[in-house]
């Protein structure tokens, strides 16, 4: 079942991007999930399995551009379509938006990751980069 995150989930989607997205040297707070969920109610997308969170994907929409970030599926879950199916759900909510185009926002050392986007129609725009700033 895929549904939109709530406040109550956020504790164990943090454990779960531990878990499910290997190698990331992401440091979250649960005040930022929150806020997330707080700002964007239907941007934090949760595939549930039997009761546990084993997919995640954020679907931001900042009123121009659609983005797809956290893409992730519990390892003993992957292979089983859930990623497409948080994929497709997140198309679903920015074309309700009107949206045209969707970015994936996908580490380059996640190879285990490329099959699954370019399954789903993604490619890879070699030509862009990603310019960051830390605060």
């Known amino acids: 079942m895929i549904r939109p995150a709530t406040l109550a989930d956020v504790e164990a989607i943090l454990k779960f991007w531990v878990a499910a997205a290997e190698g990331t040297d992401r440091h979250d707070d649960p005040a930022k999930v929150a806020a997330l969920i707080e700002r964007d109610p239907e941007a934090l997308l949760v595939y549930e399995l039997d009761g546990v969170v084993a997919g995640t994907v954020i679907a931001g929409w900042d009123g121009w551009r659609a983005h797809l970030y956290r893409l992730a599926v519990a390892p003993e879950a992957r292979r089983r379509g859930i990623a497409r199916q948080l994929i497709t759900a997140a198309e679903e909510r920015f074309q309700a938006f009107g949206a045209f185009r969707v970015d994936a926002m996908v580490l380059h050392d996640n190879t285990e990751a ?22």
Request: no cysteine; charged share 15%.
């Open 114 to 135: 490329h099959p699954a986007w370019a399954a789903t129609g993604y490619v890879l725009q070699e030509q862009w980069g990603r310019w960051v700033r830390h605060f």
